[in-house]
């Protein structure tokens, strides 16, 4: 505007006879002045425009990152305390069909199963996604075998397939029998939500999880990932929306079908930071293909110096466990979980007493310390513990939201690693296996698996 001002000034004063004849030298400096004042009163207002814009611009991200912020927090803590009551409503289940197996087919039994089970998912899948927005979803890299990691992750789901009578196919290469660093619990997600969702849309025939490997050195191994349904399949014009957050492809086949839709997202979230990509083959009516490639750095040998305690039995005989958790329904449920399982626990509802337990006697295998509690948490204890009692690994016992940095951070300050809550037993059980150290004057067990 400024431009096109100056554009129709010069040409009324140059070209339009004034109604008073002005000497020409006075006309000249008068256009000279004029011209001078009109450019720099246009660069001020520009500058100003510029000025002010780019503040209002800042004002806006700074609102929308303390936006992100308070919500990340938000989110958090509801985090925490929706799985602090789920862990007490999964445990006690798990309690109960293991101590009464023969309500295991109890219709009202299964549902409760299955509504936790859902709950604990949706949690999972909402915390992730603000992860995703706010930038904090990342990879935290661990030694694991491979061809075992792809074999568990899919033991969960033989049950639901049979239920539905579709076949799970799992076709994985023998030279998967490898140990890499990978993110383990990441993998799995990404397994479990791809294998979930094409069981959801598959009536009959099969689903196929194959896992194959594309090159192989002494340093990296590719594998090629796919999993392959005879499901619905999806129309080529509504297969990006499903990479979106919170959208789902609604038709007649697929209108019982609920969820946040969040799962595919977040696959496509965590393939991309393991620097793969994840694509889809499908036709409607035809079934479809997802598949993405991945390349993993190979150990050689394990650099784990820790003596561990277990042997091939399938308890923890033998094993004295500190738990240390400050909520009674987490702490009745893990001492049940684990005296069922023929350990001996002793409690400690804060960091304060879990250090004057200690001090009276240090003879424990391991820790379970939860974060979050009153008097000293385990954030304050971690410090104490490792300066006194240096020898004894501790593992995170937590309902708060673990992410990647923060486990690393965890694992800096002297944890071990960490169960989250709510847990399996197979995993809490698995976890102090893998982490518990022999007591001096115990008895030589088998070797360690």
């Known amino acids: ?36 004042c009109a450019i720099l009163l246009t660069l001020s207002f520009a500058v100003a425009y510029i000025y002010y814009e780019r503040k209002y611009i800042g004002a806006l991200i700074e609102e929308k ?4 912020k308070e919500r990340t927090r938000f989110l958090s803590t509801m985090g925490h305390e929706l799985r602090t009551p789920l862990n007490g409503i999964i445990g006690a289940l798990n309690i109960f069909t293991n101590e009464q197996p023969q309500f ?3 219709e009202y039994l299964q549902i409760l199963k299955y509504c936790s089970n859902h709950m604990e998912q949706l949690v999972t899948d909402i915390l992730d996604f603000n992860k995703i927005e706010a930038g904090k979803l990342n990879i935290h890299l661990v030694e694991v075998n491979l061809k075992t990691l792809l074999t568990n992750s899919a033991l969960p789901f033989y049950n639901n397939f ?13 030279q998967l029998d490898a140990v890499v660093l990978a993110d383990d619990l990441r993998i799995i997600q990404v397994i479990n939500n791809l294998l979930s969702n094409a069981l959801k849309f598959t009536e009959e025939g099969y689903v196929c999880l194959n896992a194959s490997c594309e090159d192989i050195s ?61 694509t889809l083959t499908s036709e409607k009516g035809c079934g479809s293909t997802f598949a993405f490639s991945l390349t993993f750095i190979k150990v050689k040998k394990t650099t784990r110096k820790i003596e ?44 304060k007493e879990a250090l004057e337990v200690l001090e009276k006697n240090s003879n424990f295998n391991i820790i379970l310390l939860d974060l979050e509690m009153p008097v000293m948490s385990g954030h304050e204890a971690i410090f104490q513990i490792k300066k006194s009692y240096p020898n004894i690994p501790v593992v995170a ?34 976890q102090v296996k893998k982490y518990a150290i022999k007591l001096p004057g115990e008895k030589k067990s088998a070797p360690p698996i």
């Not at 004063?13 to 001078?36: C, D, S, V, W």
């Not at 305690?309 to 009674?328: C, W």
């Not at 702490?331 to 023929?342: E, P, Q, V």
């Open 397 to 430: 016992f937590t309902a708060s939201v673990i992410d990647g940095q923060m486990l690393a951070k965890l694992i800096e300050n002297g944890f071990e690693d960490c169960v989250i809550k709510p847990f399996n037993p197979k995993h809490l059980f698995s």
């Open 104 to 106: 295991n087919s109890n």
């Open 218 to 278: 002494a340093s990296l191994i590719k594998v090629n990932f796919i999993v392959e349904d005879t499901g619905i399949g999806i129309d080529k014009i509504d297969q990006e929306r499903i990479f979106q957050g919170f959208e789902q492809v609604y038709n007649e086949s697929t209108r019982r079908h609920r969820g946040t839709g969040l799962g595919l997202m977040i696959c496509l979230s965590l393939i991309n930071l393991m620097d793969g990509t994840l």
């Open 308 to 351: 561990h305690a277990y042997n091939k039995s399938d308890d923890l005989a033998g094993f004295n466990i500190l738990v240390v958790d400050d909520n009674l329904i987490n702490m009745t449920i893990a001492l049940k979980m684990l005296t069922s399982n023929k350990a001996t626990c002793t409690p400690a509802y804060n960091g």
């Open 162 to 174: 049979e239920k539905k009578s579709v076949q799970l196919k799992v076709k994985l290469d023998q």
């Open 1 to 36: 505007m400024g431009i096109v001002s100056f554009g129709i000034n010069f040409y009324v004063g140059h070209y339009i006879q004034p109604f008073e004849k002005i000497p020409e030298n006075i006309a000249h400096r008068m256009l000279f002045t004029n011209a001078t």
């Open 65 to 68: 990152n303390r936006t992100i």
